[in-house]
């Protein structure tokens, strides 16, 4: 049974890279994921800044049981009220406060960054597009055009014209954002860069240049968003509020759903001139919709919110090792930075001999991923850290 599941995946499952780790999947419950042959894993990276409220969270689990009961898809997206997608949007916007009253949803995170790219050069009439170096938007052909990163798009030119690339944090940059940009797109926790916080004060000074040229200011929360690092959002710990934020990964509790969110004012251009100016079969499926209210509501209470903090205290308290150079980001967006890549992968794999889950950054390969799902309990964070580091020791090289 195993041998056949790994060559049929080998044979029949498009690969992305040739080092798969192969993990061969039974079950997955809270913070931990089973395989096949009944190992535990502690899953310290929520499939990649997914899972925050832990796997099959129960209020997840029986939202979608009920949707399923009634209806799952009944038309493509904008056209049938369906309580499920309604009832999400009022929760998103509250969640984000003013001036968000208006909710797109889509089916992923590279599909949220598209339609609000679209959206930002239609509001304003112009073309050009502004992100960050090492910046990650997604894969897709406009996200792509978007990375900051030369290696990754080198193979796929020609991309989007009109993009150029700031450097994070940089405030001599910022003169570069001008009258004919229609948006600038930033992560205010850059994460594929290896959790990289943004200053506040550059925060504040992208937002005032942004608003004196007429640029839209896209926050892309994707990975940050969803309670991973302390709050509903990242920004709001800066107190800079962008024009529009996009959100996925953690949003479905395991299903796949994404939005972007702005004004109405800014919204209602993509319904008019022309019309179904963004359009999707399945966003904001019902049964999606249905998934990420339980989460949106568990990821409302404080006590949750509040945890998010302690554990990345107790886990910066805890991995203290000669060999670990730097653990940066922000809340359980948490990068632990090692000598080389060479080493991460060595420490890697023998976090996944022990029985936890790791990964490293597209961007940051010399850094370990920590980003556990935000339910992570005291216990299971001691339990995780106390792996790291004997890991670290086992694959100790002086
Ligand atoms: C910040 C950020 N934006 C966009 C994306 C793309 O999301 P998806 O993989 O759902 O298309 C990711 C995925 O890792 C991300 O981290």
């Excluded at 600038?184 to 040229?213: F, N, T």
């Excluded at 509020?241 to 702005?262: E, Q, R, S, Y």
């Excluded at 359980?332 to 029985?355: D, H, I, P, T, W």
Aim: aromatic share 8%.
């Amino acid at each position: 049974m195993n041998i056949s599941g790994r060559s049929l995946f080998l044979r029949h499952v498009a690969q992305t890279s040739p080092f798969p780790p192969m993990l061969e999947v039974a079950s997955a419950e809270g913070c931990y994921i089973t395989d096949i042959y009944g190992k535990k894993y502690l899953d310290f990276i929520s499939g990649i800044s997914v899972s925050n409220v832990g796997h099959r969270h129960p209020a997840v689990v029986s939202a979608i049981r009920e949707q399923t009961e009634k209806y799952m898809h009944v038309m493509v997206y904008g056209e049938f009220i369906q309580a499920p997608q309604v009832q999400l949007a009022e929760a998103v916007c509250s969640m984000l406060g003013n001036p968000f009253e208006s909710v797109y949803f889509v089916n992923s995170g590279a599909e949220a960054v598209e339609g609000a790219l679209k959206l930002a050069k239609r509001f304003t009439g112009r073309a050009e597009l502004i992100s960050c170096e090492n910046a990650y938007h997604g894969s897709t052909h406009g996200a792509l055009s978007i990375m900051g990163s030369e290696a990754f798009k080198t193979a796929y030119r020609p991309l989007l014209p009109g993009t150029s690339r700031i450097r994070f944090n940089n405030f001599d940059d910022l003169n570069l954002i001008s009258e004919h940009v229609a948006a600038v797109i930033v992560e205010p926790v850059q994460g594929e860069a290896g959790a990289v916080e943004a200053k506040a004060e550059w925060l504040e000074s992208l937002r005032s240049v942004c608003s004196h040229k007429g640029v839209l200011l896209i926050f892309d929360e994707i990975q940050t968003g969803f309670g991973r690092t302390g709050t509903a959002f990242a920004w709001q710990q800066y107190g800079v509020v962008p024009d529009v934020v996009l959100m996925a990964k953690g949003m479905g509790g395991g299903l796949p759903i994404g939005a972007f969110a702005a004004s109405r004012d800014v919204m209602q251009c993509l319904s008019h001139d022309p019309l179904l100016g963004h359009i999707t079969t399945f966003g904001g499926n019902a049964v999606c919709a249905a998934a990420a209210l339980a989460v949106a509501r568990e990821i409302s209470k404080p006590e949750l919110l509040n945890s998010v903090e302690q554990r990345s205290k107790l886990i910066r308290e805890l991995l203290k090792h000669p060999d670990i150079i730097e653990i940066r980001g922000k809340g359980l967006l948490l990068a632990m930075k090692l000598e080389s890549n060479q080493r991460v992968l060595s420490v890697m794999n023998k976090c996944y001999e022990l029985g936890l889950i790791t990964d490293w950054f597209l961007f940051a390969d010399d850094c370990i991923r920590i980003a556990p799902p935000i339910i992570i309990s005291e216990e299971e964070t001691r339990e995780a850290c106390a792996i790291v580091l004997k890991a670290l020791e086992q694959t100790a090289t002086k």
